[in-house]
DNA sequence: CTCGTTGACAGGTACGTTTCTGCAAGGTCA
DNA sequence: TGACCTTGCAGAAACGTACCTGTCAACGAG
């Protein structure tokens, strides 16, 4: 019936389709697609003549055409657990910041685009986008998110090692005990004969590694654990549990703490029981702020290294999701890294902070 | 040639299409797509026996499909501007961090999901995602992707008054004039007599609005400006403004910090000349951060409410996608909100901070 | 008894690509 | 001079869905 002469003004007026392009070039559609795509075999006159009137048109592929055809979409999810309402919690700010960011310009270089995805969302949302892989952060065993991805089989990758037998097919993470363990030693070298540990009543890994760790560590050098318990997602209850720690009376006289605003709070609970960091206190927290380089005293902090994390997990799932043979190991261990301020230096107290000058003399 | 009967085994064989559904369901594919859908008039019957079978199944319809025959993909762009390599700048980090964080929650309560997507991206990727708007923050007139995606007749609405003419159709922001000068005469209440600004070197409208806001303020009042300008995507530079700004010799007994780290950087700074806050310098910081809760002092800051402006952005463009005439102007302005702590509270300095104590007295 | 109406479904087309399969024209070689 | 390959391109079949256009029965009204 309809013959094809008739140019299909139906569709939307300002987008130009390869119909288009292919009529006003004065060609199949067919060569069309292999000249913009660099496929089929052309001379190259052909194919800056079509690149050219394409163009010349405004010719924008439709992706949802192409997604459907391929069955390849260059989105990958960027699942993060929630806390109530909102993704990603209040503790795990600057850490997710960073890695997202780093995933972001990973993924960008390999021309794949992150769509985030918490991982309580509805499920007709997250079904409802064409992903051709996940990452997934810190993975639950209950995330049946997660679990119906893989049974879709989705490549998924995972940030922290995954909870229970989740077939993930990759993932990065720190070596959280070596970390601990690293600090606990480099606060024992500093002089500290009581080490505390201010840590999470949440039960995911980076929690139960660190916690276990410090057991362990006590255990072996024959000290009694001293540590408090928060739920790592209410502000206000860090600021409650530092000055809990501090309180007891077996005070420790050093501490780590394992979330990003242990530092600040325990800072402020030394100085209402007026002990001196680093003097009376040593004090180490794991963040990745840049804050903690200018507090008074600056603040020793172990960095989990958020941006190697970032970009290696994306590396990871587009090899996976291209089928590369990469020479990487599926199994990625980032190592920590621990910078040392003055907080944590017992011996040199007064090296890097000047005493207070009088007005007059700036 | 090929009869209906058989069963079209050659695509993905873990994935059952709706075909697959009607097949053996005994419907007709129109038939599935209705009573999945809720359109079409069937008995509850028909509608529930459906979609048991598709249950059965694990149908998941094809969201590339979808996409192609309804023009809707259900995802919206979340586009941020870039210095250097990666997207956001530092000094934005917790802004951003909590704007996303709630544009994602608005986006998914109302089915539509985020895609992050750099305002440097290479133009393959962003144009091979399949949009049905964009959330633009903070865009400059020369940026030519949104440019193009305007062009393409998507929805796009903006963070910050759009620069130049670029037709959003819609923008939320803060009054940003009127936050600086709430600040200014809450420093001048406090007793200041001369206000220090320190500001960025860059051009975006953020920065010129609330720069300007302080000379027409001080020209108001008569005050000399007293401002240090440094490139605020530089995390060292800022420290090293805030220490150019209390070293002049008409050094200012009160400062406001534009960007979020000058707090502890104009803290520091005020610790090397010997300055104490507020009794010496009044202190007051646009951040996001909870960390000027508990430094010492406390330091005040100002909140662009970025929660409420991740929200309102998505409602906006999502009500424009659907085209739905919404009762809200298109023109939105969040107020900002003034946290004032010990830093700015000059006649009271002794009510928050306890004196140290003698370490055997916890 | 006829005629419009309504309910319950099926057929088929279109969405815009990519790509497989052809198919001439021209060159090469025995 | 056929047989065979290469080049340059066109036709048409998918991809999986949504929806428009029927069709066929039952049914009440005139």
């Known amino acids: 019936m309809s013959r094809a002469d008739t140019p299909r003004r139906g569709s939307r007026p300002g987008r130009a389709g390869i119909r288009d392009v292919a ?3 004065g060609v199949s559609i067919t060569t069309v697609s292999d000249a913009l795509n660099g496929k089929g075999r052309l ?12 163009d010349r048109l405004g010719y924008r592929p439709s992706a949802a055409a192409r997604t459907l055809r391929t069955g390849k979409s260059g989105l990958i999810g960027l699942t993060v ?4 309402d909102e993704p990603f919690t209040f503790t795990e700010f600057a850490y997710f910041a960073e890695m997202a960011r780093a995933a972001t310009s990973a993924a960008l270089a390999r021309g ?18 064409a992903l051709d892989g996940t990452v997934v952060i810190d993975p639950s065993d ?3 998110v997660v679990g119906e991805l893989v049974r879709q089989g989705l490549p998924v990758v995972s940030d922290g090692r995954p909870a229970g037998s989740l077939p993930v097919a990759a993932w990065v993470d720190n070596d959280h005990e070596a970390a601990v363990l690293g600090i606990l030693d480099h606060l024992a070298d500093a002089g500290a004969r009581r080490i505390g540990l201010l840590t999470g009543t949440t039960t995911d890994t980076y929690t139960h590694l660190s916690t276990t760790a410090y057991l362990h560590w006590c255990e072996r050098v ?25 309180a007891r009376p077996d005070r420790p006289d050093a501490v780590y703490g394992l979330f ?17 960091v680093p003097e009376d206190l040593l004090l180490v927290c794991c963040s990745e702020s840049t804050v903690y ?13 958020p941006r190697r994390i970032g970009t290696a997990v994306v590396q990871l799932l587009i090899d996976a999701i291209e089928g590369v043979k990469s020479d990487q190991p599926v199994q990625q261990v980032i190592p920590t890294e621990l910078i040392v301020r003055t907080s944590s230096e017992r011996r040199s107290p007064r090296t890097t902070i000047s005493p207070p000058r009088s007005p007059e003399e700036g």
């Open 142 to 144: 209950e995330d049946h």
């Open 112 to 129: 794949y685009a992150l769509v985030i995805l918490p991982a309580t969302s509805r499920h007709d949302v997250w079904s409802n986008v």
């Open 23 to 25: 009529a006003a070039a």
């Open 260 to 276: 990003d605003p242990n530092g600040t709070d325990l800072l402020a609970a030394a100085r209402r029981y007026g002990l001196r």
């Open 293 to 305: 380089a200018s507090t008074e005293p600056p603040i020793t902090t172990l960095s989990l290294k």
């Open 81 to 84: 657990t929630t806390y109530g």
């Open 43 to 54: 001379p190259d006159a052909t194919r800056r003549h079509v690149r050219e009137v394409a």
């Open 222 to 246: 024959g000290q009694d654990p001293v540590y408090e318990a928060y739920p790592a997602h209410d502000p206000c209850a860090g600021a409650v549990a530092a000055d809990r720690l501090l």
